[in-house]
């Protein structure tokens, strides 16, 4: 369990990219727009909070998953390492920004909201 900032770490450092960087308090347009300048959006999450009808009751206390992209109507799509179906898995913007929590020692629900763009 790594909180954000060690996960940006972990990115730099080991996997060499640079252009890494951690947004405390995003707002839903924030992560619009970084999708449409091709960069992936890593999203910490309190996975129960994400009602994934896939997880594994009752889910998962603290979750990533990759924000991929966006439909027309403004649904977020996921790439949810959580379930053998998470690749383009639809979330809501809503259902996404409420369940968004960094690792906060394992306190999640109370963790600051936050993601990682990379690119």
């Known amino acids: 369990d ?17 252009k890494v960087k951690v947004v405390y308090d995003p707002r839903t347009e924030d992560i619009k727009v ?16 994400l009602g994934n009808p896939y997880f594994q009751v009752p889910g ?13 109507t403004g649904n977020f799509i996921t790439n949810d390492p ?10 809501a913007p809503d259902v996404l920004m409420n369940a968004n929590h960094d690792w ?13 763009i990379v690119g």
């Not at 998962?60 to 027309?72: E, V």
């Open 82 to 91: 959580g379930t053998r179906h998470g690749a383009d898995f639809i979330y």
């Open 104 to 116: 906060n020692g394992g306190d999640v629900n109370n963790g600051r909201k936050v993601v990682i």
């Open 34 to 49: 970084a999708l449409a300048e091709g960069k992936a959006v890593i999203m910490p999450a309190a996975g129960r909070m």
């Open 2 to 18: 790594t909180n954000a900032e060690e996960t940006a770490t972990i990115i730099r450092e080991f996997y060499k990219y640079s």
């Open 60 to 72: 998962p206390l603290y979750h990533m998953l990759i924000i991929k992209g966006y439909t027309k």
